[in-house]
């Protein structure tokens, strides 16, 4: 998350205000005037600023260089701590609809910013018999309502992922057909996909590759079952085929697998792959379950319902486990995710109206959406401005090479000079290097590995073709390394850009802000344990911490400005106490001990993605002398150890998302280590790296889909693998003995 900058006029010394924004791009404009330090008139926190319920923000003084003001005292407030809180340090916490003043005393002078709570952003599509009969769209907080120019059998219906097009699924009761048929929202351009004698019963649109999945049964007394199609309606493939009956698809978030459930009077949840193979049953007997909507790759939203009560919505894990209650009394039904996936908009009855919940339990809250008895809603983003064609959510054209991150998707067409996409029958589309890319028939790209491939569309005599790069991600890792002389690294994930990071010899434990332009480190020298934080370029070093004793392991919160720490006295040689430290990257709070209780000594930081969390694991200190993995409070309160085998050693951990760790894992107290994926709660845990040595050491990349890790035993070396699996690749880093990674954006 970038640190997004506002002047405060300050006078002879202008000053401005940094807001990093949790799950949002707020901006703030400066404001180009100054008056006298100290003196009020004049003064300003920038713009108002809005904050989605439930974010954070983080308020930073700094000069008018951008850099944080060391040494001065900041009284926070707000005038309403029940809509926007703030905490010590400026962070604020958006707890209910609403509107605030949060103010920023320094000295004499009072700076003040209103805050402004809001619902999410976004478009809900839904079906309602009134004002008449068809699809409608509202924002959530019930602005921006209109009828979408939909058939009149239009009932069940999913939004592209760009927001632009629409597909929807119903059945024309006068005609005895089952339709599906897809269009831009505004209505131009309907193309009907599918339309057989029979039910359509749910429609998705894969959020990769432009294709889409829909139930049909051919009577009434007949089973559902799933078909997929493209979006130009040229490949309609049946892919379950029973003995289980499957409606309301659901897409994955990466667009390989599916969930559906059953219609018998005990509903279950299965999931099956892409390609229809492999169905697995989520749930299973003592309750009804049906609707499912995934949350991640790995968690579903369900609509369930047990003997007595009404239908309510549950979080559970794709194995079913975890199962955690989200609404009480509701009777919820047909959730669906907000693009981000951080909130659910859901049917309830008997009041047959629409609610969000977020993810995380807070709400629900109504959608005014001035129609009666709204179902089956959907929920998508604001379309962009400008047109494209169907299916290329990218704007991909044959006309210029392009680079695509391994494991990623993307879908090409051809399109007539009128811009109207060719049927997918009528192209033969081939790739070069199959191995690196292969091509789908839809012309959905595949990508593997990394390499070059070129990719033909050939429609009669003519081809097109395009030549596909298929890259490693971006951004820099950093590193540890003894050559070509002891220090600190940085390298791309393909080898290029290496550079030397002009820090001292000592600095071992990295990681770099969330913009990318800082880097903390922490090193152990002449019986010292230090930590220091500085430009990239290696300008404006200040030390944070410098105590006798021994650092084990640093880490920048990625809200504000916070760096977590682990350190403490040594006894002797080898033999040191650590414990939970947080220190502002300012410098201008001195550093605190977070934690005076818990499991014994701590290590290896990591804190979560919304900054609410910090993990750590032990050194040896249970009875079988095994690692274990805890988490703890931002502010040291509530330590839980993360539940695992008493003879495993887990250790390193990191967080792919706020319930979901990676962690290196071995049976015994030492190596070999594996990298593996453990819920918080220490659920689901699955293996991901099995190489013959052993993996370390994992830190995630900015976007939280890949992972680097050091491979050891000697030379340790560097390597990175997808969160699904995707990999291991080798980063080439021309150094010897690479340890104790981290991965940032490029500033």
Known sequence: MRQHRAQIQLGAAAFAVALCACGSETVVRPNPQASSVGSPRGLSLGAD????????????????????????????????????SVLAGGLVVASQLGSAVITAQTGSSVLSRNVTVS?????????????????????PDGSGRF?????????????????????????????????????????????????????????????????IVFAYRTCTACLFQLYAADTAGTSVTQITFGPVEAAFPAWSPDGTRIAFSTRANDRDVWIVNANGTSPVQVTGAGASETHPAWISNTRLVIARITPGNPYDLYLVNTDGTDLVQLTSGQGSGWPHPSPDRRWIVFWTSPSNSLSIVRVDGRGPFAVPTATLNPPFPSWGREPQTQASSLGSERGLTLGADTTITVGDAVRFQVVNPGGKPVPSPAIRWASSEPLVARVLPDGTIETLQPGHTVITATVGSQSLARTVTVSLPG????????????GLYGVRPDGTGRFRIAAP????????????????????PSGHGRVTVQRVDGSEARDLFNEPGNVAGVSWSPVGGQIAFTAGPCSSPGLCEHWLHVVDAAGGVSWERIMTSGPGTAAFPAWSPDGTHIAFSTFPTNPNGVRDVWIVN???????????????????????????????RSMGIGPPYDLYLVNTDGTNLVPLTSDPGSEGWPHLSPDRRWIVFWVSPDPTSLSIVR?????????????????????????
């Not at 923000?57 to 944080?68: H, K, L």
């Not at 690479?738 to 490029?746: D, K, N």
């Open 475 to 486: 951004g820099r890792i950093v590193f540890t390394s003894q050559t070509p002389q002891a």
């Open 723 to 747: 969160v699904d699996g995707l990999g291991p690749f080798h980063v080439p880093t021309a150094t010897f003995g690479q340890l104790f990674p981290s991965w940032g954006p490029e500033p």
């Open 49 to 84: 600023t809005t904050l989605t319920l439930g974010d954070t923000a983080r308020f930073q003084v700094v000069n008018s260089s951008g850099a944080p003001v060391p040494g001065i005292a900041i009284q926070w407030g707000s005038s309403a701590p029940q809509v926007a």
């Open 119 to 139: 619902l999410p952003g976004g478009r809900i599509v839904f079906f309602s018999q009134t004002p008449q009969a068809g699809l409608y769209g509202v924002r």
């Open 147 to 211: 009828q979408v120019a939909a058939p009149l059998w239009a009932v069940y219906s999913d939004l592209s992922p760009d927001g632009r097009w629409i597909v929807y699924a119903g059945t024309n009761t006068n005609l005895g057909r089952a339709l599906v048929g897809v269009q831009p929202v505004d209505g131009s351009e309907t193309r009907i996909l599918f339309d057989q004698p029979g039910e359509a019963g749910g429609v998705s649109w894969s959020p990769v590759g432009g294709r």
């Open 634 to 664: 931002a502010d040291g309160t509530n330590p839980v150890v993360v539940p695992g085998d008493v003879n495993a050693s887990e250790t390193h951990p990191a967080w792919i998302s706020n319930t979901r760790l990676v962690i290196a």
């Open 505 to 524: 010899s000592w600095a071992a434990y990295s990681d770099v802000s969330p913009d990318g332009r800082w880097i903390v480190f922490g090193g152990n």
